[in-house]
């Protein structure tokens, strides 16, 4: 068991985007399922791609353009955001405020393919 702040983790670098970073909240031994908390500045962007697991995200923070498959989001403090498994999705902050969301995924082997 443990309690810690989500500010304390270590926050790294998204490969390939603009203005992101990424940390893991979950405890490496996690067997079932990983948090991470994701932050896409200003005028950031993480591009086009998929992914061969779903995922599922809570917006903390801030708002962005989250585009998944054929709909566009508006996205905002509070939004519960589902995307299945192989299918394309991209954000941009482009409202003027920095972008905070956790991202819950299985700890099942992951394939991020971008796409142009």
């Known amino acids: 068991m443990y309690c810690t702040n989500s500010d304390e983790y270590l926050k790294n670098d998204i490969p390939k985007t603009q203005k992101a970073q990424i940390a893991v909240l979950s405890p490496e031994q996690e067997k079932d399922f990983l948090v991470r908390k994701i932050k896409i500045e200003q005028g950031g962007s993480m591009p086009n791609h998929t992914n061969l697991i779903q995922h599922q995200q809570y917006v903390l923070s801030g708002e962005a353009k989250v585009v998944v498959g054929d709909e566009t989001y508006h996205a905002k403090a509070g ?6 498994a192989g299918v394309e999705h991209y954000y941009e902050a482009c ?20 796409i142009d």
């Open 79 to 84: 939004d519960f955001i589902y995307i299945p």
């Open 95 to 114: 409202y003027g405020k920095d972008y905070e969301f956790l991202c819950m995924i299985t700890t099942t082997p992951d394939t991020i393919t971008m």
